[in-house]
C-alpha cells in the first residue's frame, strides 16, 4: 500500500516572511507517527492557480493530500475552489456544513461575539464545497474541515488557525487516518556521538545503510566548536512497532560497531 | 522585470517531523524585504529525483530560486548532483570551492576538532559543482555556497545549519540580490482593528481591494473569544519605498472610511 502524503500551505502571510508555519511541522511529526511517509510539503500564495496547480502536483504522487488555510470567509480564501477546479467538481452548499456554520454563528451572536446570526453570502461560501465532500466539525472556529475521496486518494482541507486545525486533525480526522494507514508503522532511534567531523562520519554511515537499505540513517551537527558533537538519527517503517524495531536494532548494532572501530565514542541512545 | 523568488528546502529530517524549518521564513522575510514576490516554497526528501523535479518546476516560473540544505559531506547531501541534473550540466572540481574547504579543514585540524586536515572524498566533495558555478564564501561552517546563473534565471544553493545559511546569504550573497531586485521596495502596514467577525469585514475589505487593485489587505485573526480582534494587513510593491507607501497610505484611507461607517473601531495601525 502507497502510504505517501503531502501538504500544501496556503497563505501570502508565510510567503511575506510575516508568520513561521508551524501548521506542516505538525502535521509531518503526525502522518509519520501514523507510518505515512511525507514526500513534500508546498506553501503557496493565495493565487487560484497556484493552488490548484499544488493540488494536481500532489495528486500525481501522494495517497494523502492535506491543505492548511483559505478556508474562511474573505475573498482571499481560495482553496475550496481550487479544489473543485483540481477534481473537476462543482462547489456546491452542503446541508450539513451550513447547520454547523449557522449553529456556530448563533453562538458567537448570543456571546455577542459577532452583531448577527443571519447568514450573509461570505458565512454561507464557508459552507460551500466540492461535490462529494464530508464535512468534518470544527469545535474551535466556524469553518468547517473538508474531506474528499478521488478514487483510492483522500484529500483533506484544514483551516490555518492552529487550533482549528488540530481539534479537526484529532477529532473527526483520525479515525479516518487511522484506516488509510492500517498497521504501518514508524520508529526512530537518535544516537549522540562524539564527533566533530560529518566528513569523517559519512563512510561509517554508508557502511550501515549499505547492509541496511530499510533504515533510513542520517546524521545533523548538534553543536559547534570545540565540544561539536552529531546526532545520528536511524528511522524505519514497518507492518507493526516491532518489525519497525527489529529493523532500528539491527541496523544499529551494525552502525555501533563501525562507530567503535573508528574511535568515536556514542554519548547517548535515545530509542 | 519579474522578482519572483522560490525557495527550496531539502531533508528528511523537516518531513519526518523532527526539524522545524525556520530557514524558509527568514528568506521569506529578506526576499520580501529587498522586493521579492516569494511565489512558492516548497520542502522535498533527500531523494535526487525529488530535488529535481522541484527545481525544474521551480525554473518553469521564478527569476531567483534558493535551496537549503543537502551541501555536506554525507551520501544523502545532494543538492549540488540535482542542480547539475535539472541544468543539465556537469559537476566538476572548483578549484576555489576547494582551497576554501581545504583551509577550513586545515583551521579545524588546527584547533583538534577533526583528526586530519586530508582532502577525503567526502571533503572534496562539497567542492564538487556545477559548471559555471560561482562559489560563495562560508565564514562559519565547510560547504561554500553557490551561485549560478541560467539565461536571466539566478540558483543559490545555501547550507542547511542556519547560522551557514545567514552568513552567505547577508555576506557574499547580498549585493547580487540588490542587484537582481533593483530598485524594487516592499511595504506593508498593519491595523489592529476591533471585530470579532471575519465574516462582516470581508465585504469591507472587498471594497479597498477593488478600489486599490496594487495593494494586497488581508485579515488574521489576532485573538479569540469575547476580546477577539483582527489583523488587517496592507502591504504593495513599487519602484520605490515612496511609491509603495503611496500605494498603502491611498488604500489605508480608503479602508479606515469604511471601517468608520461600519462602526469598527481601529485599535492601532503599524507602519
Given at each position: 500500500m502507497n502510504t505517501s502524503a503531502e501538504i500544501i500551505v496556503i497563505g501570502n502571510e508565510i510567503l511575506n516572511g510575516d508568520v513561521l508555519d508551524t501548521n506542516s511541522h505538525w502535521l509531518c511529526k503526525q502522518l509519520t507517527g501514523l507510518g505515512a511517509l511525507v514526500l513534500r510539503v508546498c506553501q503557496v500564495r493565495d493565487h487560484l492557480p497556484a493552488i490548484t496547480e499544488a493540488l494536481r502536483s500532489a495528486l500525481k504522487q501522494s495517497s494523502l493530500i492535506i491543505t492548511t488555510g483559505g478556508?474562511?470567509?474573505?475573498?482571499?480564501?481560495l482553496t475550496l475552489e481550487a479544489v473543485a477546479q483540481a477534481l473537476e467538481r462543482e462547489l456546491e452548499l452542503n446541508p450539513q456544513a451550513f447547520s454547523w456554520v449557522q449553529e456556530k454563528y448563533q453562538e458567537f451572536a448570543q456571546k455577542g461575539y459577532v452583531a448577527s446570526a443571519e447568514m450573509t453570502p461570505e458565512r454561507t461560501k464557508m459552507a460551500r464545497l466540492p461535490h462529494g465532500a464530508i464535512p468534518l466539525p470544527n469545535r474551535v472556529g466556524a469553518a468547517p474541515g473538508v474531506l474528499l475521496r478521488e478514487g483510492k486518494q483522500i484529500i483533506v482541507c484544514l483551516p490555518g488557525v492552529p487550533a482549528e486545525l488540530k481539534d479537526i486533525f484529532q477529532g473527526a480526522l483520525l479515525p479516518t487516518l487511522q484506516a488509510l494507514f492500517g498497521a504501518g508503522a514508524f520508529a526512530e532511534w537518535r544516537a549522540r556521538v562524539a564527533c566533530g567531523d560529518e566528513s569523517a562520519l559519512a563512510p561509517l554511515l554508508r557502511k550501515a545503510v549499505e547492509a541496511h537499505p530499510r533504515v533510513y540513517i542520517k546524521s545533523r551537527a548538534k553543536r559547534f566548536g570545540p565540544d561539536v558533537t552529531f546526532i545520528i538519527t536511524l528511522a524505519a517503517r514497518g507492518q507493526t512497532r516491532e518489525e519497525a524495531f527489529t529493523l532500528l536494532e539491527d541496523a544499529w548494532q551494525t552502525l555501533s560497531q563501525v562507530l567503535h572501530r573508528a574511535g568515536i565514542a556514542i554519548l547517548a541512545l535515545e530509542r
Open positions: 478556508l474562511g470567509p474573505t475573498d482571499d480564501d
